[in-house]
């Protein structure tokens, strides 16, 4: 167990509609980050946020959004979802936002979209 | 699994048997990589990891090598178990100076026979 925690384990849903995933980080980490893992992308990063702040961004779509609440959590948000998003989503966290920080990946959210 | 019908290169190997897992890599700017292992329902979990001012580094029964000349990395496991038997990615972070972004290679499925 990595300490991090993501609900839903599992989401159903259909085109058009609109989810949120949610990112709970290990106990004293400041940075999150949320990753997808689609069967044709592999693991791609799409945005990191430390201490309430983005710090990066990766091949994450216009229709998709991120924040870091004050207590560290976080929340990723997909809306108008096709039928691509199908994919598991990661977040990870960490202590900093050092590049030499080691990420600790939560169990995933598998997402499907009909 | 989650993994299943991800095409991915697969390594059969016999258990009690060495192991040897190669990965490309993209950037010549990176300084940092690292090896991740992926179980099937989980997410993936930080094996080791070596900074480019080295060329080998060794963990408990693991060793990565990294060939800066021809931006290649391995991961070799010793005395493989059958509790090995996973996805393999690598991972360079590509943007140390902006963030901890990580950018994973596609996958290596390592399948143990006892």
């Known amino acids: 167990d990595s300490g991090v925690t993501q609900t839903p384990k599992h989401l159903i849903t259909a085109t058009g509609q609109r989810v949120t995933l949610r990112c709970s980080p290990r106990?004293?980490?400041?940075?999150v980050y949320w990753y997808q893992q689609s069967l044709d992308q592999g693991l791609q990063f799409l945005i990191h946020?430390?201490?309430?702040?983005?710090?990066a961004k990766g091949n994450i779509l216009e229709r998709f959004s991120a924040q870091q609440f004050p207590d560290l959590h976080s929340e990723l948000n997909l809306s108008s979802l096709e039928l691509g998003d199908s994919a598991l989503y990661f977040c990870a966290s960490s202590l900093r936002a050092g590049a030499v920080d080691e990420q600790f990946f939560g169990p995933g959210t598998r997402l499907t979209v009909l | 699994g989650e993994n299943v019908g991800l095409h991915l290169p697969t390594l059969s190997v016999q258990e009690g048997d060495n192991s040897i897992i190669n990965c490309a890599y993209s950037?010549?700017?990176?300084?940092?990589f690292i090896w991740y292992k992926q179980e099937s329902g989980k997410g993936p979990q930080f094996i080791i990891d070596?900074?480019?001012?080295?060329d080998k580094r060794q963990g408990q029964r693991v060793t990565v090598l990294l060939n800066k000349t021809v931006k290649h990395l391995s991961l070799q496991i010793a005395a493989t178990q059958p509790g090995d038997s996973a996805v393999y990615f690598c991972a360079e972070n590509i943007s140390p100076n902006a963030g901890n972004m990580l950018t994973f290679g596609g996958g290596t499925r390592l399948m143990v026979k006892p």
């Open positions: 946020y430390y201490n309430g702040e983005e710090r």
């Open positions: 106990s004293g980490d400041l940075s």
């Open positions: 950037n010549s700017a990176s300084d940092y």
């Open positions: 070596i900074r480019s001012n080295m």
